[in-house]
């Protein structure tokens, strides 16, 4: 990673941040750690070229959702829909780039505004 100046990309969620309807106790808290884990790991390779970084997505259009999400997204999100796929991989592949190089210990939300 050093030599490569690798960048590492967790995936945590909304959950980790916020109570959500849909999430238990041990989903939240484990993506709750996640986030931490991110920020230590930046705090600790960092130094070393290496970044980390971690994106929380909301309700992203997947078939794990459970029927009628999509309305309660609408009813609760600013941008009214549901994330795509093609938006989060979007995203994991900027933080992998050099258009991020000085990003380093960051959450990026993924979820239409749902976290304000």
Same mark, same amino acid.
């Given at each position: 990673?050093?030599a490569a ?17 849909? $999430?238990?106790?041990?989903? !939240? ?8 884990? @991110? +920020? %230590?790991? &930046?705090?600790?390779?960092g ?6 970084n971690a ?7 997947t ?6 999400? $999509?309305?309660?997204?609408? !009813? ?6 549901l994330?795509? @796929? +093609? %938006?989060? &991989? ?26 304000v």
């Open positions: 990673m050093k100046r690798g960048s590492i990309v967790n995936v945590t969620s909304i959950v980790g941040s916020r109570v959500h309807p849909f $999430a238990g106790v041990a989903y !939240a808290a484990s993506k709750a750690g996640l986030a931490a884990l @991110t +920020r %230590e790991l &930046a705090h600790e390779f130094p070393h070229g290496v970044r980390a994106i929380a997505p909301g309700e992203i259009d078939a794990i959702l459970s029927p009628g999400t $999509a309305e309660l997204v609408a !009813a609760q999100v600013p941008m009214q829909r994330g795509t @796929t +093609r %938006e989060v &991989a979007k995203t994991i592949h900027f933080l992998c780039t050099d258009a991020s190089s000085y990003i380093n210990g960051a959450e990026i939300h993924i979820n239409g505004g749902q976290h």
